[in-house]
């Protein structure tokens, strides 16, 4: 008897403590969950704006619900804002820059990865480097090395530049997906008698295959959504990419047409939403494994 009324006082005595630190950890997740759902309001209105102006018939810089809806900012899109054009260039650059890309760091991580010669390290570092600078901070000497080697106002120009500010991540991304490939299969490959080139492309590249196309992936994002590369290397309004159009038509008027405009980032998101949706398996991938080798 005396036992359990032991018992009880102890338990009388532990349960308001447990209660006050229950009660601040439900505080605590209350107090996060409110921040979460806060940030992600802040970080879905612009998106919304986007969408609602993009359609609303009297749109303005305020959010606010269509009053009426109307697809004439989009048809005004290709018909009048020559979008048919600005889709077309930002698509070659970023087409024609993620195909070097990806060949270039295919061929240099295979390199990097399977063969150790002096200063490989270093190499490496400073090829991470070049994506430590700020881009704004070579935009001078970029614009002087562009006009001298004649790159201005051409598609292969701008191509070369945006291939080149997306190498150095492609680059240790597929380095870490080649490490990642036992060098054994590798070498049974060359005891049966194939050469160094066939063991490369039929037996290494396909069980990287993830890891190009996520370097495919992120030298398509970075490159469809530069926007100081072409600013600066393309002036010729025939070859302006979408980025800079919306610049232009955001300061070319001293009215802004806010429907124009949102339809107009509609239009600049969608290409690289669905590459993501394609590809984001072997994004995924890559952040969980491929940069090990980093």
Not at 143 to 152: H, I, K, M, N, W
Request: charged content about 10%; some cysteine.
């Amino acid at each position: 008897m005396s036992r359990e009324l032991s018992a009880s006082r102890a338990h009388a005595t532990v349960a308001p403590a447990t209660q006050r630190r229950l009660g601040a950890q439900n505080l605590a997740q209350f107090g996060a969950y409110g921040l979460l759902v806060l940030l992600a309001i802040f970080s879905l209105v612009p998106f919304a704006w986007v969408v609602l102006a993009a359609f609303d018939a009297h749109a303005t810089i305020y959010f606010q619900i269509p009053r009426s809806w109307t697809l004439q900012h989009v048809i005004d899109l290709f018909t009048e804002a020559d979008g048919v054009r600005l889709i077309i260039n930002s698509l070659i650059y970023t087409l024609g820059a993620t195909v070097v890309t990806i060949i270039v760091c295919t061929m240099g991580g295979y390199v990097l990865s399977r063969f150790a010669f002096p200063g490989s390290r270093v190499l490496l570092l400073g090829i991470l480097l070049l994506r430590i600078v700020p881009p704004t901070a070579t935009i001078v000497p970029l614009y002087l090395l562009a006009t001298s080697l004649g790159f201005r106002d051409t598609y292969h120009g701008v191509i070369l530049v945006l291939a080149a500010l997306q190498t150095p991540l492609a680059l240790w991304m597929l380095k870490g997906f080649f490490d990642a490939v036992p060098i054994a299969i590798e070498e049974a490959a060359l005891v049966d008698g194939a050469s160094r080139l066939r063991a490369a492309f039929q037996v290494v590249l396909p069980l990287a295959g993830q890891g190009v196309a996520a370097a495919g992936l992120i030298g398509f994002i970075g490159a469809w959504s530069e926007f100081l590369i072409p600013l600066v290397l393309i002036s010729d309004q025939d070859k302006m990419p979408i980025s800079i159009g919306m610049f232009r038509a955001w300061i070319s008027y001293t009215q802004v047409d806010w429907g124009l405009l949102a339809a107009l980032s509609i239009t600049y998101m969608i290409p690289a939403v669905v590459f993501y949706v394609i590809a984001r398996r072997a994004l995924q991938s890559s952040i969980a494994g491929g940069l090990s080798g980093v």
